[in-house]
């Protein structure tokens, strides 16, 4: 029964995404709108330093920050007791 429901669930996302392929058009992209004004566009180095520098190098100071500003004294994990018989 479990491949039943994963051949239906697969079957089911492939519709989908098919479906949604073929409803967006990407050449309604290229037509340009009323008031549409794209600026320059940015380089390779501008594009990696904006999606995956920037990010990453926020991530580390958040990280960072909650590290070093942990007042939590409770360190060790907690040893339950053994119960008496």
Same mark, same amino acid.
Do not use: H, Y
């Given at each position: ?5 994963? *051949?239906?669930?697969?079957? $089911? %996302? ?13 050449? @309604? ?18 594009t *990696?330093?904006?999606?995956? $520098? %920037?990010p ?12 070093? @500003? ?16």
């Open positions: 029964m479990d491949k039943k429901n994963a *051949l239906r669930a697969g079957a $089911l %996302a492939a519709g989908t995404t098919l479906m949604m392929l073929l409803m967006s058009s990407p050449a @309604l992209a290229l037509t340009r709108d009323d008031g549409d004004d794209p600026g320059q566009g940015l380089s390779v180095i501008e *990696l330093g904006l999606f995956v $520098l %920037a990453t190098v926020l991530f580390a100071v958040i990280a960072g920050l909650v590290m070093v @500003l942990d007042r939590s004294t409770d360190r060790r994990p907690k040893v339950k007791a053994k119960a008496k018989a």
